[in-house]
């Protein structure tokens, strides 16, 4: 998302460098949805892509649909969900001219919606995993009773969540508990939460605690933020919106960090602001 207009608004070359250098580092995995940059960043990236010499099997492609959101490449009333049939399976097909693929290799519900029929869309998604235009489906967003809904059917292979320091209601709330129970894969959209935009209570008591810490580990905070969620048993993969290789190079760098039990809790006990029940 922060490759295109809604962020940095990278040239073509710069996006193409970028995906080179991510590859190198050994990224391979580019999280998409449709409505970025008013549905024009996954184009970005498609053109781009064409220009690098990575090939399409060396790469995850990731995309997102649902949200119907109001722009001026779609001129609608008001921002909605849609999971008919006919609107997924619009916005896979969108998706592949966009990011010139023949595939996705995942396909995300990009938030819950009141009107969700889980029977339907479950169907609209394994039609379209056997036509082989999406590889596996997952969700984004999702409680787990709403999770629930969907099982009935069929397991979400993966439900993209925020989590972070200063966002850690998914350990408590049972969704990381869920996500291991029934196997389900946990991404972790803004994985650094709001430790860099602001500056309240909970923020300044990691601060406290976390620029010794850097001391001891050798690395910035950003890395221990990440090393904090890489910590937990449910295998979070942090989704990074970074724009800079050299930031991207230290977050590979945090899945070397072994951060000890106890910086764990001290990290933790200093967001919540009381100790461990």
């Not at 397991?155 to 209601?169: D, E, K, R, V, Y």
Request: include cysteine; hydrophobic fraction near 40%; charge should be negative.
């Amino acid at each position: 998302m922060t490759w295109g207009v809604w962020g940095q608004n990278l040239s073509t070359s710069q996006i193409a460098a970028n995906i080179e250098g991510a590859v190198a580092l050994g990224v391979h995995t580019f999280d998409h949805a449709d409505i970025y940059g008013g549905y024009t960043t996954e184009a970005a990236f498609g053109t781009a892509f064409q220009q690098t010499a990575v090939a399409r099997e060396a790469t995850y492609f990731i995309s997102k649909c649902g949200i119907q959101y109001p722009c001026e490449a779609r001129p609608i009333p008001i921002k909605h969900y849609d999971y008919s049939p006919k609107h997924i399976r619009f916005s896979v097909e969108n998706s592949l001219r966009n990011l010139q693929t023949d595939y996705l290799d995942l396909l995300l519900l990009h938030r819950p919606s009141p009107l969700m029929d889980a029977e339907p869309i479950v169907a609209t998604l394994n039609q379209l995993r056997e036509e082989q235009k999406i590889k596996a489906w997952g969700v984004s967003n999702f409680t787990p009773s709403q999770l629930r809904l969907f099982e009935r059917f069929e397991t979400p292979s993966w439900n993209q969540i925020a989590c972070s320091l200063t966002h850690n209601a998914p350990l408590l709330d049972s969704s990381l508990d869920h996500h291991q129970a029934q196997q389900i894969g946990t991404m972790a959209w803004s994985p650094l939460g709001a430790y860099f935009k602001e500056k309240n209570a909970a923020v300044l008591r990691i601060e406290a605690v976390l620029k010794p810490l850097c001391q001891k580990y050798n690395a910035n905070e950003s890395q221990l933020l990440l090393a904090w969620l890489l910590r937990h048993p449910a295998t979070i993969h942090p989704v990074v919106g970074t724009t800079q290789l050299s930031r991207l190079e230290q977050s590979v760098t945090a899945t070397k960090i072994e951060l000890e039990i106890e910086d764990w809790f001290v990290l933790t006990e200093a967001s919540w602001g009381h100790r461990a029940p």
